[in-house]
């Protein structure tokens, strides 16, 4: 149920996609001009964004290329990890939308945090309720930056559904969240976030110097098991089951992830 695919090619639908769900505008930037405002051509914000998608490309050209490097040119382009966690807007606040979710289940159980959503689930496929809590928790796919968001927890919802999925459809199962399934939640959106935004950034790379769509395939998905590696490293000690999502501190706390997630990144070799 990936949501990713260069080159235009056959997309099935997702079965968690809201009927309701709305493509971003395709008013993308110039491939050129990754960013939404136009630089100088000797701006060093330009310069940057050349050589990240240089070392992109070169990176899809040639498969035994390292891909740490490639991803550090990208998040040095946004300005390093405090840049690029700063303009994370979409993807900070759905985190925050998610885990007070997980922490409602976690403190009152499933039916009760289904209800305090307004989500009907008695006698309904828990796919519509899973397609209902898409758009709780995210945003309406107005830009490309809420576009992202929402497409990261498409794919981190995918855990749920294959959960509840192997459990007879039965939405209680949600019921046994623990600490460990909390974090494994938390930390696969803010991965696939990671990668989410990559893509749509530098979808253009693939298109162009990808020799067909298998191999463009091929190489996201290295891509995001790296950027999930890196992420999942980075943050094994913390726990977010202890992180009271209400509190007024929530969003220095994890713009502070997304810092330190985009900061290994940046700092890869390898």
């Known amino acids: 149920m990936g949501t990713s695919s260069s080159h235009g090619g056959p997309k099935g639908k997702n079965p968690l996609l809201p009927d309701d769900f709305i493509d971003a505008p395709e008013n993308a930037p110039d491939d050129d001009n990754v ?3 136009p ?33 550090s040119s990208y998040v040095k382009a946004y300005g390093g990890g405090k840049g690029a966690s700063s303009t994370a807007i979409s993807g900070k ?34 796919q519509e309720v899973l397609s209902d809590l898409v758009n709780k928790l995210s945003p309406s796919p107005n830009t490309k930056e809420d576009a992202v968001a929402r497409n990261a927890l498409l794919d981190t919802v995918e855990i749920i559904y294959n959960e509840i999925d192997a459990n007879d459809g039965s939405i209680e199962i949600l ?28 979808e253009s790379r693939f298109e ?49 992830i997304y810092n330190d997630c985009y900061s290994v990144i940046e700092e890869a070799l390898s």
Request: charged content about 20%; hydrophobic content about 35%.
């Open 35 to 37: 960013q939404s405002n």
């Open 39 to 71: 630089k100088p051509q000797n701006n060093p914000e330009t310069e940057l964004w050349g050589n990240a998608k240089r070392q992109v490309s070169q990176l899809i050209n040639n498969s035994d290329r390292k891909i740490g490097p490639a991803l």
């Open 93 to 126: 606040a759905t985190t925050i939308k998610l885990g007070n979710f997980l922490s409602s289940i976690s403190s009152q159980g499933i039916q009760n945090t289904l209800s305090q959503y307004n989500i009907d689930y008695i006698g309904r496929p828990f």
């Open 175 to 202: 019921d046994n969240l623990d600490d460990k399934k909390f974090n494994n939640i938390i930390n696969t959106y803010i991965s696939a976030y990671i990668f989410q935004r990559f893509l749509n950034d530098l």
């Open 208 to 256: 162009m110097y990808a020799s067909n769509e298998g191999s463009a395939l091929q190489m996201e998905k290295q891509i995001k098991d790296y950027i999930s590696g890196a992420v999942d490293n980075k943050l094994i000690k913390n726990d977010f089951s202890t992180i009271d999502f209400s509190s007024n501190l929530v969003k220095r706390i994890i713009d502070e």
